[in-house]
């Protein structure tokens, strides 16, 4: 143990605080390219939340851990994506249903809804924060927020893989460090679910010459 | 129980092992010869009869081989007499059918191996439908059976009509297995295992109303695959498209895997039960076997004749179990173990001559090309073995003595007769009456019928040149078919040792035995109510036929006869001068008009457009569609329209789905704080 658990927590409130300020801020970019890097950067504060956890446990499989995250959420995952983004599009630009200025006022929402749920939940013991439920939460919300407000089926991706990160900081916190082979299913899973998804796209572009997902109407017999 | 240890539990599986070793054979090697995974049928189908004989005279129950996969879904086998009984008839069709495919395959189009491949398949999952003891072995055998048969339906899937007679067997043979699933989960509930032997020991527990339920559905199941009216669209469909070694099996064979999960069902596990069943399927037997001939009468294709046969057979199989039910509930034992026999003696029967007929029709296929009767004539002369035994099976689907119909129709009337004279209401006196007129009425209809089927494919002039230069088949084909022909002989004469196989199976199911007396082998019913004497019949029918000669010689001596042709007015004699088979069944048509709805559509050319100088006269008979028009297109009409409100749920759109689950996801844990 290299840090003890008082000071781990101060750190990860802190991380948490971060990590619930990229889930509006998801909301007001405007580049299919910067919500992929915004993507990476939950990454790397997952994996600095892991690191913590790791840290104060000085457990092994809680160093893998780190590395994982590191390995498929800030690298992986971002890379397939933006990978994809090259093949697929020529406009850059995220479509909405909804104006910026109402999905910024949406996800305020949906952040107090967080705090009002996520908030007496936590225990206030272990690494849960007040702060690090009603974040993941947030990030939950923001993401599918993302998914259904936006038309591009490559925001679609990124909204789940988002709503995964949200997931993630729930499991961190919550759990202490997950158990390793579930640690690495749940990776796989999240990079073999995003190299599928990505692959459709690509094969939605090809075929319709576009991915906005409103011609998907036509299939509906 | 007696359950015998060691290596012989796993023996009885044999024949489905090399079954599958036939289909592995088609399957590997596809330029092989189709000779070689039928011959190992062949070894399979005899193997599986000699255990069959044996376990029948044993008696004994064979505790197979189990294995459980999750504690849930255990696959067990047990080969009791009614098993048994039933692989024996399997077994039996299956290798004559395999000696004819021999001879036969070289002439079907498409992939033999695939063909052969399933042919072996279809033989195993029935092999498995009979040795199944858990509900999960049931089902699997069930849906194996019902899938590979309908890969073998749309073997020559190019031919009109037959994706669609493949598509009509699908959707029933599904509905049909969805109510057995409703059944055996209902039996489920109750026992809380899926072990056969586990309820059949729960069920006596089970609420009459569920029981009840357990029976209809496992009716409705079983009706369907049987063909019951007005269940059996698809069979007429179905049967004629397979090749004809497989619509012997299908025909002869797999209808009864349905009479076996009737009695396995409503009888062993779930207990006889209450006097309306036995009532109900009195009924529907009834009614099948009276409108089955009818519609067969109507027909001119030879195979979908033979096939709406077999709805009117398995109606008369029916009646026998009925009958069985009803007596059984009476606690009549003795009669019900009568019915019990006259039904399975059908079972038996019905699967020899009918797998005879069908082989006999895909022969005349093979030489001619053609199926319809218009078109076919004067076979016997070209054919002349083919028509020898297609002679035997038609005389023998009429019931004829000595042949092996009589004997079990006789059955059926005598436990008919004896539910007339034991029942406790007069109501079901007069009904039993009712339906013993019922089953004389179809024995004379399907005399009728068969002197259409035979004398318009045989017998006469032929009505087209490709049976004009038809060829007698191959040998293995004459011996398959030899084999079936000397059955309705053996079967027929010798009854008491039939009697002597289902003593067993009747003994486990009601209790009682049909005691063969020995003697010029009469069988005699319970009470000594009638007798029969096959080989006193067949004795007298010699001398008879031989005083006949004798009093015609003595007579007129051979001297007065002439050999001459037909005066038809000077004219040359043609073809189109002897009666169609629409025009021999003319009588009928007009006299069961109100039942069977025939309609025609005459259309008159006229000679430079005179309407006094008719040049040519198209005649189209037909029976109107009644169970479709009535029952099936309102139902699927009913289920389009539902299926079309649910659609108006579906917008297609993405983020509308996406909404729903947010919006579900935000109150539920706006709920749950």
């Known amino acids: 143990m290299i840090i003890d658990v008082e000071s781990a927590r101060g750190l990860l409130n802190v991380v948490s605080l971060l990590l619930l300020l990229t889930a509006p801020a998801s909301v007001l970019l405007r580049r299919l390219g910067d919500s992929i890097v915004l993507l990476a950067g939950q990454g790397a504060l997952l994996a600095a939340a892991a690191a913590v956890v790791a840290l104060a446990t000085g457990t092994s499989h809680a160093y893998v851990a780190v590395a994982i995250t590191v390995a498929i959420k800030v690298l992986a995952v971002p890379g397939i994506l933006l990978l994809v983004l090259r093949e697929v599009t020529i406009k850059k630009e995220v479509e909405a249903v909804i104006s910026q200025r109402l999905a910024l006022l949406l996800a305020i929402g949906l952040v107090l809804v967080a705090y009002y749920i996520a908030g007496p939940l936590a225990p206030q013991e272990g690494f849960v924060t007040g702060n690090s439920l009603p974040a993941a939460v947030s990030m939950l919300l923001i993401g599918l927020l993302n998914m259904l407000t936006r038309k591009k089926a490559i925001s679609q991706v990124i909204g789940i893989v988002a709503m995964e990160n949200g997931l993630y900081l729930m499991a961190v916190t919550a759990t202490q460090g997950l158990p390793l082979a579930v640690e690495l299913g749940v990776g796989i899973d999240l990079v073999v679910g995003v190299m599928v998804m990505g692959f459709v796209t690509r094969e939605i572009h090809r075929t319709f010459n576009t991915i906005n997902t409103d011609r998907l109407q036509t299939l509906r017999g | 129980m007696n359950v015998e240890p060691n290596v012989e539990p796993y023996v009885p599986l044999a024949p489905v092992a090399l079954y599958a070793l036939g289909a592995l054979m088609a399957l590997v090697e596809r330029r092989a010869p189709a000779r070689m995974p039928h011959l190992t049928a062949l070894v399979a189908s005899v193997i599986g009869l000699t255990i069959a004989i044996r376990a029948l005279l044993a008696g004994t129950i064979y505790q197979l081989a189990a294995?459980?996969?999750?504690?849930?879904?255990?696959?067990?086998?047990?080969?009791?007499?009614?098993?048994?009984?039933?692989?024996?008839?399997?077994?039996?069709?299956?290798?004559?059918a395999s000696l004819y495919a021999i001879g036969y395959l070289g002439s079907e189009p498409g992939s033999i191996a695939g063909l052969a491949a399933a042919y072996n398949g279809f033989l195993a999952a029935m092999v498995l439908v009979v040795l199944a003891d858990s509900v999960f072995a049931f089902l699997f055998a069930w849906e194996a059976m019902s899938l590979v048969s309908f890969f073998l339906v749309i073997h020559k899937n190019g031919e009109s009509g037959v994706r669609r007679a493949g598509y009509v067997y699908l959707v029933m043979t599904h509905a049909s297995s969805a109510f057995l699933l409703a059944g055996f989960l209902l039996l489920f509930a109750e026992a809380g295992s899926l072990d056969f032997a586990a309820i059949r020991t729960h069920a006596?527990?089970?609420?009459?109303?569920?029981?009840?339920?357990?029976?209809?559905?496992?009716?409705?199941?079983?009706?369907?695959?049987?063909?019951?009216?007005?269940?059996?669209?698809?069979?007429?469909?179905?049967?004629?498209?397979?090749?004809?070694?497989?619509?012997?099996?299908?025909?002869?064979?797999?209808?009864?895997?349905?009479?076996?999960?009737?009695?396995?069902?409503?009888?062993?596990?779930?207990?006889?039960?209450?006097?309306?069943?036995?009532?109900?399927?009195?009924?529907?037997?009834?009614?099948?076997?009276?409108?089955?001939?009818?519609?067969?009468?109507?027909?001119?294709?030879?195979?979908?004749?033979?096939?709406?046969?077999?709805?009117?057979?398995?109606?008369?199989?029916?009646?026998?179990?009925?009958?069985?039910?009803?007596?059984?509930?009476?606690?009549?034992?003795?009669?019900?173990?009568?019915?019990?026999?006259?039904?399975?003696?059908?079972?038996?029967?019905?699967?020899?001559?009918?797998?005879?007929?069908?082989?006999?029709?895909?022969?005349?296929?093979?030489?001619?090309?053609?199926?319809?009767?218009?078109?076919?004539?004067?076979?016997?002369?070209?054919?002349?073995?083919?028509?020898?035994?297609?002679?035997?099976?038609?005389?023998?689907?009429?019931?004829?003595?000595?042949?092996?119909?009589?004997?079990?129709?006789?059955?059926?009337?005598?436990?008919?007769?004896?539910?007339?004279?034991?029942?406790?209401?007069?109501?079901?006196?007069?009904?039993?009456?009712?339906?013993?007129?019922?089953?004389?009425?179809?024995?004379?209809?399907?005399?009728?019928?068969?002197?259409?089927?035979?004398?318009i494919t045989f017998l006469g002039m032929p009505r087209s040149t490709a049976a004009g230069e038809a060829h007698e088949v191959g040998w293995p084909m004459l011996v398959g078919m030899g084999l079936l022909a000397l059955l309705c002989f053996g079967l027929g004469l010798l009854p008491t040792v039939v009697l002597r196989l289902l003593a067993s199976v009747t003994n486990s199911l009601a209790g009682a035995i049909t005691q063969p007396s020995l003697g010029l082998m009469p069988l005699t019913a319970p009470d000594r109510a009638g007798s029969l004497a096959p080989l006193t019949i067949i004795v007298l029918l010699a001398a008879l036929g031989c005083l006949a000669l004798l009093i015609g010689r003595s007579i007129g001596g051979s001297a007065c006869s002439r050999v001459a042709a037909p005066w038809v007015c000077g004219n040359e004699i043609e073809p189109a001068m002897q009666y169609s088979a629409t025009a021999l069944a003319k009588p009928v048509r007009i006299i069961f008009g109100g039942l069977i709805r025939p309609y025609r559509e005459i259309e008159r050319k006229h000679k430079s457009g005179i309407a006094y100088f008719v040049s040519e006269v198209h005649y189209e008979p037909g029976v109107h569609p009644v169970y479709e028009h009535y029952l099936y297109n309102p139902a699927v009409r009913a289920l389009l329209k539902l299926a079309g409100r649910i659609r108006s749920l579906q917008t297609g759109s993405l983020r509308t789905y996406l909404s729903y689950m947010f919006v579900t996801l935000v109150v539920v844990l706006l709920l749950t704080r």
Request: aromatic share 10%; hydrophobic share 60%; net charge positive.
């Open chain 2, 204 to 455: 006596a527990n089970l609420a009459p109303l569920s029981r009840d339920l357990v029976f209809l559905a496992a009716l409705v199941a079983f009706g369907t695959k049987a063909g019951v009216i007005p269940l059996h669209v698809w069979l007429p469909r179905a049967h004629p498209a397979a090749p004809s070694h497989v619509s012997a099996l299908m025909s002869g064979v797999m209808i009864k895997t349905a009479i076996y999960g009737l009695l396995r069902i409503g009888w062993d596990l779930a207990g006889p039960g209450p006097g309306w069943w036995g009532g109900l399927i009195l009924a529907l037997g009834a009614i099948s076997a009276v409108l089955g001939v009818l519609y067969a009468l109507m027909e001119h294709d030879l195979k979908r004749l033979l096939a709406f046969h077999s709805v009117e057979n398995i109606g008369i199989i029916l009646m026998g179990l009925g009958t069985a039910f009803l007596l059984a509930s009476f606690g009549q034992p003795a009669h019900a173990a009568l019915a019990l026999v006259a039904s399975l003696y059908h079972v038996l029967n019905h699967a020899v001559f009918k797998a005879l007929l069908f082989l006999g029709a895909g022969a005349v296929q093979h030489a001619t090309h053609t199926r319809d009767l218009e078109s076919l004539g004067g076979l016997a002369r070209r054919m002349p073995w083919t028509s020898a035994m297609f002679l035997i099976g038609a005389a023998a689907i009429s019931a004829l003595p000595p042949l092996n119909g009589f004997v079990s129709e006789w059955l059926t009337f005598q436990s008919l007769l004896a539910l007339g004279s034991t029942a406790p209401t007069p109501f079901l006196s007069i009904g039993s009456a009712v339906a013993a007129g019922m089953l004389a009425l179809t024995g004379g209809l399907a005399a009728f019928c068969f002197v259409k089927a035979f004398g």
């Open chain 2, 67 to 96: 294995f459980s996969v999750t504690p849930f879904a255990s696959i067990s086998f047990r080969l009791d007499p009614l098993s048994a009984f039933f692989l024996l008839v399997i077994s039996l069709i299956a290798v004559a």
